[in-house]
C-alpha cells in the first residue's frame, strides 16, 4: 500500500492528525521554535507526561523520540524527538536526524498511528541545513515504507517558504 506524502506550510499545531511530531530538545520541558508552540498549544496534560517521562528514564537522548498525550491539540498524540544541533557535519547529525525519524516513526507504528505530521526537525535554531534536512526525513520515510502498513499519511509541515520549497522540490522528483 503506498502511503501518501503531503507537504503543507502551516502550524503544525494546528494540523489534524494521530500523531504530530515534536522537535524536542533533551529537557523535554518545552522551549523555543516549534516545541515551544506545541508545549503553549497543547496545555500541561503534555508537560506533565513528559515530566513522567524524565522521572521514568532522564532526559530524551539526541535521535530518540517519546511519545505522549495531545493534550488540547487536535492531534491525539505528540510524539517528541531529539534532533541534532548542526555541527558542521562533524558528529553524526545525519545519523542521529535519521534516527530521530527513526524512532517517530516506530513509535506511530506501536501506537497505531495512521496520520503523522512531522515538522522540519532540527532546523531552526539547531542550524540543520535545511535542503540536507529534508533529503533525510524524505529518504528516511520512503525507505521505511516497507514497514509502514498501519501508517497512511505523512504529513510534512513546513512553517516557512523555504522548508515549503525544498520539500515541494524533492517530492516532485
Not at 36 to 53: F, S, V
Not at 73 to 89: Q, T
Not at 112 to 123: G, H, R, V
Not at 141 to 165: G, Q, R, W
Amino acid at each position: 500500500m503506498d502511503i501518501i506524502l503531503t507537504v503543507i506550510k502551516g502550524d503544525i499545531t494546528k494540523v489534524e492528525a494521530d500523531a504530530i511530531v515534536n522537535a524536542a530538545n533533551t529537557s523535554l520541558l518545552g522551549g523555543s521554535g516549534v516545541d515551544g508552540a506545541i508545549h503553549r498549544a497543547g496545555g500541561k496534560d503534555i508537560l506533565e507526561d513528559c515530566q513522567k517521562i524524565r522521572n521514568k528514564q532522564g532526559k530524551c537522548k539526541i535521535g530518540e523520540a517519546v511519545i505522549t498525550t495531545g493534550g488540547n491539540l487536535p492531534a491525539k498524540f505528540v510524539i517528541h524527538a531529539v534532533g541534532p544541533v548542526w555541527s558542521n557535519g562533524t558528529k553524526n547529525e545525519t545519523e542521529l536526524l535519521t534516527s530521530a525519524y527513526t524512532n517517530s516513526l516506530n513509535l506511530a507504528i506501536q501506537n497505531n498511528i495512521e496520520t503523522i505530521a512531522f515538522p522540519n526537525i532540527s532546523t531552526g535554531i539547531y542550524k540543520f541545513p535545511k535542503k540536507e534536512a529534508a533529503i533525510i526525513a524524505i529518504n528516511t520515510v520512503n525507505s521505511f515504507e516497507d514497514n509502514l502498513n498501519i501508517i497512511k499519511e505523512i504529513i510534512f509541515v513546513c512553517y516557512d517558504d523555504e522548508n515549503y520549497t525544498i520539500y515541494n522540490n524533492i517530492l516532485k522528483k
